[in-house]
């Protein structure tokens, strides 16, 4: 079953917590990408990776991170000093310089 | 400037007829654009991607892009109840993509 998975669907963060949201795809995608989206607005882009063992900052970074250690998995933790972390957040995948196709997405809440 | 920008609607269409969304975009160096439909709650699905001048379609939906304008624009003909979704606009460049903020299409019966 290929595709794009993202884990978990809901997640609740405490004040001053880090947590890391996951990102699995099992289409070969060399390109990776995490996005932002907050009520009424559009995607706006965290980090991407077009390579194993490489990724770049996108427009919003700060307070978060990202790993590529495999081609499979691009995982996103948010920092506690992300200070405004709470928004839907998509973790998609592609080929490089080609459309991206996108997970379920994972609901994050500061509670 | 944002660097995608598309009217952020509602744009309100009635059940058989010819929806018209437009993006414009600030980059020159863009290659790639695709339009994304989102429903409530939900992730984006990708309906259309173009790389070349022109027109593209694709069953109901057509997509243009005019370079030299700095201008893309998606129809949907037969407008269908289905159809209602927020449409997303996005640019690739220099390996990533930009999304638009998207427009509210409302298709009403």
């Known amino acids: 079953d290929g595709g794009i998975t993202q884990s978990p669907k809901y997640l609740f963060r405490k004040e001053g917590q880090n947590v890391t949201l996951s990102c699995e795809q099992n289409?070969?995608?060399?390109?990776m990408y995490w996005y932002r989206q907050d009520p009424g607005q559009g995607l706006r882009l965290i980090y991407y990776?077009?390579?194993?063992?490489?990724?770049q900052k996108g427009d919003i970074a700060e307070g978060y991170s990202v790993s590529r250690e495999k081609k499979e998995s691009f995982p996103l933790t948010v920092t506690s000093a992300q200070k405004n972390p709470t928004a839907f957040y998509l973790c998609?995948?592609?080929?490089?310089?080609?459309?991206?196709?996108f997970g379920q997405g994972t609901r994050l809440t500061v509670v | 400037q944002k660097e995608v920008e598309q009217n952020s609607g509602p744009l309100s269409v009635p059940e058989g007829a010819i929806a018209s969304l437009n993006c414009t975009y600030s980059?020159?160096?863009?290659?790639?654009f695709f339009w994304y439909r989102q429903y409530s709650g939900k992730s984006p699905e990708l309906i259309m991607f173009?790389?070349?001048?022109g027109d593209k379609e694709d069953g109901r939906f057509t997509a243009q892009l005019n370079k030299a304008s700095q201008y893309v624009s998606l129809l949907i003909r037969d407008s269908q109840p289905s159809d209602s979704a927020t449409y997303l606009c996005?640019?690739?460049?220099?390996?990533?993509?930009?999304f638009g903020s998207g427009t509210r299409l409302s298709i009403r019966p």
């Open positions: 998609g995948s592609g080929g490089v310089n080609t459309e991206a196709f």
């Open positions: 289409l070969n995608h060399d390109a």
């Open positions: 990776s077009q390579i194993v063992n490489d990724f």
């Open positions: 980059d020159r160096g863009s290659q790639s």
């Open positions: 173009i790389y070349s001048n």
């Open positions: 996005a640019v690739g460049r220099a390996s990533k993509i930009i």
